[in-house]
């Protein structure tokens, strides 16, 4: 079945610097979604990308589609410890079902 | 508050019992769905249900056996389970299923049922 890739699968930051994670699919997306999973919570979504080259923000998180809608990024900067947990982008191909990347994990150094 | 509620929350389980986990959703959602998250795995989709009919069963094997009464409510019942289905199931809502060709159709997540089989 269709998967989206994540990398990396482990980012530890620095407390103030930023980071960014990406989502990769070998074939074009209808659109893809990104969710935060706090440790020991569930996933909550924060965002969907449909269009190609679209860039959304939100505060500190900027989101980009690629212009051939074949891989994501999530971008935060300056980096606070309320940012830790991991993200999972989510991506939809046509009509079928969400499929998950495997995450990439968060962690903070004060 | 998720606006979907899972029950209960911990469980532990021999490989002989049978259980139940519950999942309320207070979304006026038309899809539900049962996911699994295991340790170093990502989110693995098990069920779907739209309109209280199942649409989807990703090849799960028959010791866990949904059942959804109607639109707010599903169940995952369990039985003879093993070690290796120890993982957190997450209970989901969204309006419609993925068949649906709205593209805003996001999907509420429940805080989950974390269960241990011993």
């Known amino acids: 079945g269709q998967q989206v890739m994540q990398i990396p699968q482990y980012q530890h930051v620095q407390e103030g610097e930023d980071f960014t994670t990406y989502c990769n699919s070998s074939?074009?997306?209808?659109?893809i979604q990104w969710y935060k999973q706090r440790p020991g919570g569930h996933p909550v979504f924060l965002i969907q990308?449909?269009?190609?080259?679209e860039v959304k923000k939100q505060k500190r998180l900027t989101f980009q589609f690629g212009e051939a809608k074949k891989n994501s990024s999530l971008h935060i900067t300056a980096t606070q410890t309320t940012d830790v947990g991991t993200y999972f982008c989510a991506g939809r191909w046509g009509d079928y079902k969400l499929s998950f990347g495997a995450g990439t994990t968060v962690t903070v150094r004060a | 508050e998720t606006g979907v509620t899972q029950t209960p929350r911990h469980l532990v389980m021999g490989m002989t019992n049978k259980k139940s986990l519950k999942c309320e959703q207070h979304l006026g959602h038309n899809a539900m769905y049962w996911y699994k998250q295991s340790a170093k795995k990502p989110l693995e989709l098990m069920f779907v249900?739209?309109?209280?009919?199942?649409?989807e069963n990703n090849s799960v094997p028959s010791r866990f056996s949904p059942e959804c009464p109607n639109s707010s409510h599903l169940f995952l019942h369990l039985h003879t389970l093993q070690p290796e289905d120890s993982a957190l199931y997450l209970c989901a809502s969204s309006q419609q299923d993925w068949t649906w060709p709205l593209s805003g159709n996001t999907i509420y997540f429940g805080e989950g049922s974390w269960l241990t089989v011993v």
């Open positions: 249900y739209n309109f209280k009919e199942q649409t």
């Open positions: 074939t074009t997306l209808s659109n």
């Open positions: 990308l449909v269009k190609s080259g």
